[in-house]
């Protein structure tokens, strides 16, 4: 089947720790984006890549870094420059026809700061 | 990107029409009304768009007035798996879909 898959689902970290958190998708899209989502509110854009090779900030990077060395995955790093890590992320794709771009998104990771 | 106003929850009883709205008055001529939905702990999931006509699919149903300040959303006949938060998004639909601005929504409950 085709779709998003982030890894693992839950992670804890432990303070002054990078971590890695995993997506991948089969779609063939082009766009990948990664969102950070707090307690009872929306999403917030991270990072977001329209082509591999390149990647642009959104609106909450400090603290963050990824890569896209390949079309498929767009791994997002959470360095130890982030002082509270502790959220719901989110990964997502899309593909874009002369009508809509809709956003396929992933299962989520929550990560936990111990 | 146009901002959005939504109420922040409502009630549904279940097999009742489950009607959302959102508010849009700055919308541009040419910006979609795009309609997600979260259920808890899982990624959002597209439910329908539209640009000024009426839209519909097996999800639901998407209303938008004539002067496209405002819409509505409709789901003809609510059940409990339709519990979740509702985002809607206004943004011109060629451009990066990751600038769309996903605010608080409206958490809609439905009820037995």
């Known amino acids: 089947d085709g779709g998003i898959t982030q890894s693992p689902k839950y992670l804890f970290r432990k303070e002054g720790q990078n971590v890695t958190l995993s997506c991948e998708q089969n779609?063939?899209?082009?766009?990948m984006y990664w969102y950070r989502q707090d307690p009872g509110q929306g999403l917030r854009l991270i990072y977001y890549?329209?082509?591999?090779?390149?990647?642009q900030k959104g609106d909450i990077a400090e603290g963050y870094s990824v890569s896209r060395e390949k079309k498929e995955s767009f791994p997002l790093t959470v360095t130890s420059a982030q002082k509270n890590p502790t959220a719901f992320y989110l990964c997502?794709?899309?593909?874009?026809?002369?009508?809509?771009?809709?956003?396929?998104f992933g299962p989520g990771t929550r990560l936990l700061v111990l | 990107d146009a901002k959005t106003t939504q109420p922040p929850s409502m009630d549904c009883a279940e097999g009742r029409a489950a009607n959302l709205p959102c508010n849009h008055s700055?919308?541009?001529?040419?910006?979609?009304v795009y309609w997600y939905r979260q259920i808890h702990s899982q990624g959002p999931q597209y439910i329908i768009h539209?640009?000024?006509n009426n839209e519909t699919n097996e999800m639901a149903s998407l209303i938008i007035t004539e002067d496209r300040k405002s819409s509505t959303l409709i789901l003809p006949h609510a059940t409990l798996r339709d519990t979740a938060v509702y985002y809607c998004?206004?943004?011109?639909?060629?451009?990066?879909?990751?600038?769309?601005?996903f605010g608080d929504g409206t958490t809609l409950t439905v009820k037995p």
């Open positions: 779609l063939n899209h082009d766009a």
């Open positions: 890549s329209q082509i591999v090779n390149d990647f």
């Open positions: 700055t919308i541009s001529g040419n910006e979609y």
């Open positions: 539209g640009l000024k």
């Open positions: 998004i206004v943004r011109v639909a060629t451009t990066n879909a990751g600038k769309s601005t």
């Open positions: 997502a794709s899309s593909i874009t026809s002369t009508t809509k771009e809709t956003q396929y």
